[in-house]
Structures are given as C-alpha cells and as structure tokens.
Nanobody, 122 residues
C-alpha cells in the first residue's frame, strides 16, 4: 500500500511564500512522475506542476516564474516552492504520484494525497 502525505500549507499574505512537501510512503520501488494539482471551490482540479523521475518539469502558465517543483527520488518526496503568492493561488493543493511500482512489482497507475489548504489573504 502506498500513501501520499502533503504538508506545508497554511495562510500567507499576498506576495509571500510557502513550501509544500509530498512524501510517498510504503514499499515503493519507483515513481515515474509526481505532480501538484490544485482545486479552488467551484472549479475543476488543475495541474500546477509536474516532475518526472528524470527531472523533467512542466508548469501551468499561471505559476511559471513563481513556483518551482523539485523532488528527492531517494526519499520519494516532491516539493513545491511557491513565491509571490496571489489571492488566486488560494486552493486545496493535492499531490499525485504516477506510474508507481511497488517493491512487490505491482503497478499502480496513480495515487492521490489528501491535500493541503493554501490560503493567500491579507
């Protein structure tokens, strides 16, 4: 069984910064890609940033230049450094692990974390 646990959310003023963490736990052999998604009330969940095990990244246009995704493959942990935060960044932020190979060899297409709330407000 694989679990994703996000942390680092909270309340921050406009222009501030936060760093989110997502740790995958369990008997994991490999995770192909890890990503951060967000969902604001009344809106669809959207991709924020994604990183592959090789380090390739992609970002939503709305966060380019402000957010940076990184990962520590040895720790099965992904990070999202968020700077110059805006009110429109307010949302629940969810971590997703894609193409997970367990130590047993079992393949899982994806796992989602429970999410962490980010609120940008003065």
């Amino acid at each position: 069984q694989v679990q994703l646990v996000e942390s680092g959310g909270g309340l921050v003023q406009p222009g501030g910064s936060l760093r989110l963490s997502c740790k995958a736990s369990g008997s994991i052999s490999n995770i192909n890609a890890m990503g951060w998604y967000r969902q604001a009330p009344g809106k669809q969940r959207e991709l924020v940033a994604r990183i592959t095990s090789g380090g390739s990244t992609n970002y939503a246009d709305s966060v380019k230049g402000r957010f940076t995704i990184s990962r520590d493959n040895a720790k099965n942990t992904a990070y999202l450094q968020m700077t110059s935060l805006k009110a429109e960044d307010t949302a629940g932020y969810y971590c997703k692990a894609e193409d997970v190979i367990a130590s047993s060899g079992t393949y899982y297409q994806w796992y989602w974390g429970q999410g962490t709330q980010v609120t940008v407000s003065s």
